[in-house]
């Protein structure tokens, strides 16, 4: 009879331990796994870097100096007017409409300026002109959109933003 | 007896590896964040210094358009002025030290003058050429900074005087003293 009942007594300390260790291993699993998902996280998270570029805006602002062939009145209009004049659907002098002596400049411009594609640093580039909440109005893009990105940002005249975005 | 013991060091060892693994998981966790931080901030502080230092000599009152080209404009250089500064700087070389690098240059990038491949130094040839170098000193030089300028200059067409801008960069070369 009392070899009966130490015997049992011997499972029921086995069977706790077992226990123990089922649930202790649980633990390990269950934070080891938290760590790995926050760390693949934050390193996932961190490959897509936006970064605010002097380099960018200071690009923009010498462009929106730019003076373009369009004249109106005396005087050859800068890019940031030409932009305003654009959206306002206003045409030079020549007859030549705004928006068209714009597209053509801000698109020689950008391939003067930014080779992009596979075989260069810079993969791609995206500018956009936008109005307030409206939609952009102007887009230009090449190439690809990668995950490091450089921004900048300057306001223009009339209230018209532009936006320009590198990929690296 | 024997088997409780060697269950108690298989508990102890089996509480080491989880310890240990859980360390180098979070000290894994705080480098990653520590590294990609360092790397984030040298690349600001390197975009900073590059910003200061071209930006300084951009705006400087040698170099920059003041309000001669309507209102004044931020990084606008007076090509003209450049000219100017490029011919005094050559007959006299103590005016070099005056901004304490090795070299400064403006290339013009549009519009692009002759192929477009080949640089042509600006000297009788003004304004038909797309590089200024305003001075070169005799030292070795370290790597460059630069930053997009605009180049103004006034234009004679049809009896009336005009403003012309146009894009370019301004490089500037400190001297390198690491030799020193």
Known sequence: ?168 | MVKRGQLKIQQMAFMLIAVTLFFVLAGMFVLVLKFSDLKKTALGLEDKNAMLLVSKLANSPEFSCGSAFGTSKINCIDSDKIMMLKNYVQNNKDYEDLWGVGKIQIRKIFPKEGDGLTDIECEGNYPNCNLITIFEKNVALGSEQSTYVTLCRKEVDEGYIFSKCEIALLFVYPEDRTNE
């Open chain 1, 1 to 168: 009879m009392n070899k009966n009942i130490l015997k049992f007594s011997g499972l029921r300390k086995n069977k706790k331990g077992q226990e123990e260790m089922v649930g202790f291993g649980l633990i390990i699993i269950i934070v080891a796994v938290i760590l790995l998902v926050l760390l693949s996280l934050s390193m996932s998270g961190r490959d897509k870097e936006i970064i605010n570029s002097y380099e960018i805006s200071s690009f923009l602002t010498s462009m929106s100096w730019y003076t373009t062939e369009c004249k109106t009145h005396l005087e050859l209009q800068p890019v940031s007017k030409l932009i305003s004049d654009c959206y306002q659907n206003k045409m030079c002098l020549d007859e030549k409409s705004a928006c068209d002596i714009l597209n053509s400049t801000i698109k020689n411009i950008l391939d003067a300026s930014w080779s992009a594609g596979e075989n260069f640093a810079v993969k791609g580039y995206r500018l956009r002109m936008s109005s307030g909440d409206e939609e952009s109005f102007l887009i230009f893009e090449e190439g690809n959109v990668t995950s490091s990105i450089k921004t900048g940002y300057i306001p223009a005249t009339n209230n018209i933003d532009i936006h320009f975005s590198v990929y690296y």
